[in-house]
């Protein structure tokens, strides 16, 4: 199944997506939270709720008409990796990885499919990253295996990881070039994962500046895979229902470039996955 959130009188509403049209989930099964971090942290089946209201709702609207938000508006964690793909670690001048370059993200830098990329007064140097977004749907046990990981994912969708690099460069910590806000793109639908490969591996991964292809390779070049990477967490920390895990870009950003790419006011960023959609954003500068 297909899911998304969108805006109703300014609030973020749970919708199931079939075809071209969303219904509200809580409109049509009140016993569902109209949030989707909440609905999964009650143990909502979604899947099974989704398909019963494909059958039988009549109240639709058309997705292309709605204003979105972010999927999750408000995760508890975002954790993100750096230097995923080998070529995209390559390209920057760093080797392979031997552990995974975490860094976490803030809620109030996510955006929705459609809403603006905001280049910050600050800087011009302002980077595309296209990315897959895991959502958990489970408590996720410490400790858990690698071979036990992807049943606690619920769904799969695009990321663009917006990035301010001469702030992202500021401090060994990349944290403060990545969470600018409006700089996390995130939508357009959440895929549920029993639609998708194991993983989604397998999937090919595309970015596209003003439609010109700046970055193209496939989720199986991730170095640390979605179980994997899970697994890794799990050594560490709880992951709980609605946590994100955005899972690192392949080659072809800006900065790599000669000269170097940097998107401003008007452009256009489109991040597609394979069986997933495709997250659009336009740049726009911030306003005084």
Not at 35 to 56: E, P
Not at 98 to 121: M, T
Not at 262 to 275: F, L, N
């Amino acid at each position: 199944m297909q899911f998304t959130t969108y805006l109703r009188d300014g609030a973020p509403r749970l919708a199931v997506v079939d075809g071209t049209d969303l219904i509200d989930l809580n409109d049509a099964q009140a016993h569902v939270p109209s949030d989707l971090c909440a609905a999964l942290k009650a143990g909502i089946d979604l899947d099974a709720a989704a398909r019963a209201t494909v059958a039988s709702a009549t109240a639709r609207q058309p997705l292309a008409a709605a204003k979105l938000a972010p999927l999750v508006p408000e995760p508890g964690k975002i954790v993100c990796l750096g230097l995923n793909y080998f070529d995209h670690a390559k390209e920057g001048g760093r080797d392979k990885p031997d552990y995974p370059w975490f860094f976490f993200r803030g809620a109030s830098s996510l955006i929705a499919h459609g809403e603006a990329g905001v280049v910050p007064k600050v800087s011009s140097k302002f980077d595309y990253e296209a990315e897959l977004a895991v959502v958990i749907g489970r408590r996720v046990p410490r400790h858990t295996k690698e071979a036990d990981a992807l049943q606690y994912v619920f769904g799969y969708t695009p990321f663009n990881d917006m990035s301010v690099r001469d702030y992202q460069k500021r401090t060994p910590q990349w944290t403060i070039g990545k969470n600018f806000d409006s700089t996390g793109g995130f939508g357009p639908v959440l895929v549920s994962a029993d639609e998708l490969p194991p993983g989604a591996v397998g999937l090919k991964i595309q970015g596209r500046l003003n439609g010109q292809v700046m970055q193209d390779a496939n989720t199986s070049d991730m170095i640390f895979n979605v179980a994997e990477t899970i697994a890794l967490l799990a050594e560490v920390l709880t992951l709980e229902p609605g946590d994100v895990i955005v899972m690192g870009t392949p080659a072809g950003v800006g900065q790599a470039r000669t000269p170097p790419v940097w998107m401003k006011a008007g452009d256009t960023y489109e991040v597609e996955i394979e069986r997933i959609g495709t997250l659009v954003n336009p740049i726009v500068n911030e306003q005084a």
